[in-house]
């Protein structure tokens, strides 16, 4: 399994990106996918997460609200829209397939299996 994703760049704070990631290869387009970011000199964090399904979706308290992450299983790809951007919202984005189809324990980084390269998503202030 690949993992692409694509979408970040340079956006000044208040600003709006929408990052996608596409997945090929042996997918499991019903486990369930997260966004995961880390910031410079920080230690990688969860962002958000959607479930299999589709029908389950939780987010980081510091997103809450200003991100949205969807899903399009018949295209292999997840999206995190990412609206009212501050500049600590700074980091290399990461995609990441769940190895379940569920949203259980969705911080632990050990629960995911596969990993996309990221993209830098810069918010100036």
């Known amino acids: 399994v690949q993992l692409q994703a694509s979408g970040g760049g340079l956006v000044q704070a208040g600003g709006s990106l929408r990052l996608s990631c596409a997945a090929s290869g042996r997918t499991g387009s019903t486990v369930a996918m997260g966004w995961f970011r880390q910031a410079p000199g920080k230690e990688r964090e969860f962002v958000a997460i959607i479930s299999g399904s589709g029908g389950r979706t939780y987010y980081a308290d510091s997103v809450q609200g200003r991100f949205t992450i969807s899903r399009d299983n018949a295209k292999n790809t997840v999206s995190l829209q990412m609206n009212s951007l501050k500049p600590e919202d700074t980091a290399v984005y990461y995609c990441?397939?769940?190895?379940?189809?569920?949203?259980?324990?969705?911080?632990?980084?050990?629960?995911?299996?596969?990993w996309g390269q990221g993209t830098l998503v810069t918010v100036s202030s």
């Open positions: 990441a397939t769940k190895r379940s189809s569920d949203t259980y324990g969705m911080r632990d980084e050990r629960r995911y299996d596969y």
